[in-house]
């Protein structure tokens, strides 16, 4: 590596970043995307499954960079313009010179790119769960449930989303390999100093012995 740095160090530096924002991106995205996928299913056809259906269908359609792009277009320059002073930080996870620890300041830092995140982790498990429980709507164990006697809600709680849940959570590990590899656009449009700003700085600079951590850590 040019000047004999150790890699380590810049690389658990990376991995904590992108794990911190991707982690409270996911949870987010699981939260209210299954929720909005229940939402949607109780009622298919309805008005508020097509809202919630289109809705996510636009989040998952619109490139992350353009979200963010729009986000710090809004907060930071006409926020700027309108009341003096940005609302929320477009880059990094501190301002330039900080030193320490500061949990708040970096929050304030992390809300635009997990915004960013979340809509296409919640655009995705909405789709997901809805579908999902749509398939097993009409399966024989549920008719045998609702024969019973047994409440609808109960149905949908204790028998339904068990099954749908199992596609939703395949999908939910598989996002872990993508938060481990780092959200490269998100982190580049932010200056977010995550996995995805690691890689790209690492192939730039053209320190390939930096690239083969990276590449071990995202591939097991």
Known sequence: IKGHKKVWPDLLHALANSLRLGLVASTIGIVVGNTLGVIAARRPGRLRDSTINSVALVGISVPPYVTGFL??????IYWAKWFGHTLFPTSGIYPPGHKGTDFILMAKHMVLPVIVVSIQS?????????????????????????????????????HALRNALIPVTTLAFLEIGGVVAGLIITEFVFSYPGMGAYFLKAYDDGEFPKLLPWMVIIMT
């Open 71 to 76: 986000l710090q277009l809004v907060f930071a």
């Open 122 to 158: 919640i655009s995705l498990y909405a789709r997901y769960m809805r579908a999902s429980l749509l398939d097993v709507a009409n399966a024989d164990f549920l008719r045998t449930a609702r024969a019973k006697g047994i409440s609808e809600r109960r149905v949908l709680v204790r």
